[in-house]
């Protein structure tokens, strides 16, 4: 459930009440019987518990699956680098016998 801010306008007294998406806002202050006011603000997304993080969840398969991808992508990295990726090396000549 999201916690809400609100703030009297007339005695100025923060409040932070936890409610329902569905619940309806609250109107009065519990200290003064003032009017309250909901206060919006910029929030940052809070991940808490585990499962949110690269390591955390992650089958077996899964983890061989992306190790196996970058050894692929290093070989067609590997080629010398005076030709193009796209182009491939030229085949070495054949021994000469004598």
Known sequence: MPTYQYVC???????EVVQKFSDDALTVCPNCEGQLRKVFSAVG????GSGFYRT???SSSSTTTSTTTPA???????TSSSAPA?????APAPAASS
């Not at 997304?45 to 808490?48: A, G, Q, Y």
């Open 45 to 48: 997304i809070v991940f808490k």
């Open 56 to 58: 955390d969840n992650r």
């Open 9 to 15: 306008n007339d005695c100025g007294e923060p409040l």
């Open 72 to 78: 692929k992508s290093t070989e067609s990295t590997s």
């Open 86 to 90: 796209s182009t491939p090396a030229p």
